[in-house]
């Protein structure tokens, strides 16, 4: 990701809409553990408002190779977070949940795989591991080259990869159909009409906007938890359960 990246993200994180929808799923997915004493490790956890989220229900740690991010973390007054590589990590406890959001798709990451390997062995028996990742190569834009996007995901083969590794999926759907639609009709538009300038989606919206986008995905978040998936979206969501093999 681009350094200035960091700095606009820390500033839009609390309210733009995209965060609060995501950040408001997966708070509802941990909530389901009905427990207050987690210990829950963020991978690649950027600027810590996900983190801070998080703080009500155990003890959070992060981390992050970026020091842009682990400075702007610290400024939220967090204090378990660590400069360090994913590609390099080594899990030295075991927690209940781990939440990596917006990660592997990355440029910097040589192997997820091996990253989901490590994940699986840092979880406790019945651990939890959030993810969302950034769907489908057809939306591959100008913020992919922003936030430095190496690969997209489809639902079945990631699916696969997980289970071959060991974990069972309790949720795997797809996110955000209508800014999946969005994105393609602009890039149709800017084929005719090419922009000179390169951005990220990460701008602050008009308030109405932002508004009508959070309702949206507040009942969008509901579908996913109650009723079932989506089809097609912008994001790939998953839920994986380590299950216990012993058994």
């Known amino acids: 990701m681009e350094k200035n990246e960091y700095k606009n993200m820390y500033h839009q994180e609390n309210n733009f809409w995209w965060y609060k929808t995501l950040h408001s799923l997966i708070i509802d997915v941990v909530k389901k553990k009905k427990d207050m004493n987690l210990s829950i ?3 690649g956890c950027g600027t810590g408002r996900l983190m801070e989220l998080l703080d009500d229900f155990g003890t959070v740690s992060g981390i992050d190779y970026s020091e842009e991010a682990v400075a702007f973390s ?8 660590t400069k360090c590589d994913l590609n390099n990590w080594i899990p030295t406890e075991s927690y209940d949940i781990i939440t990596s959001i917006d990660v592997l798709y990355h440029s910097a990451i040589t192997d997820d795989y091996a990253v989901l390997q490590k994940f699986y062995g840092a979880l406790s028996n019945g651990g939890t591991l ?3 990742l950034a769907a489908f190569n ?4 100008d913020h992919d080259i ?5 690969r997209r995901y489809r639902k079945k083969a990631f699916v696969k990869k997980l289970e071959t590794i060991g974990f069972c999926i309790e949720k795997a759907t797809y996110r955000m159909p209508l800014l999946f639609l969005i994105i393609v009709v602009q890039k149709l538009v800017y084929e005719v009409f090419p922009s000179k300038n390169i951005q990220s989606d990460v701008q602050e919206p008009p308030k109405w906007m932002n508004t009508m986008f959070w309702l949206l995905g507040k009942i969008e978040n509901s579908f996913i938890l109650k009723i079932g998936g989506i ?5 790939l969501f998953i839920v994986a359960k380590k299950c216990n093999n012993e058994s």
């Open 41 to 43: 490790f963020d991978a």
């Open 74 to 81: 610290e400024k939220r007054g967090l204090k378990r977070i």
């Open 130 to 132: 959030i993810l969302n």
């Open 138 to 141: 057809i939306l591959k834009r």
């Open 146 to 150: 922003i936030v430095h996007t190496k």
């Open 231 to 235: 089809p097609f979206g912008s994001s």
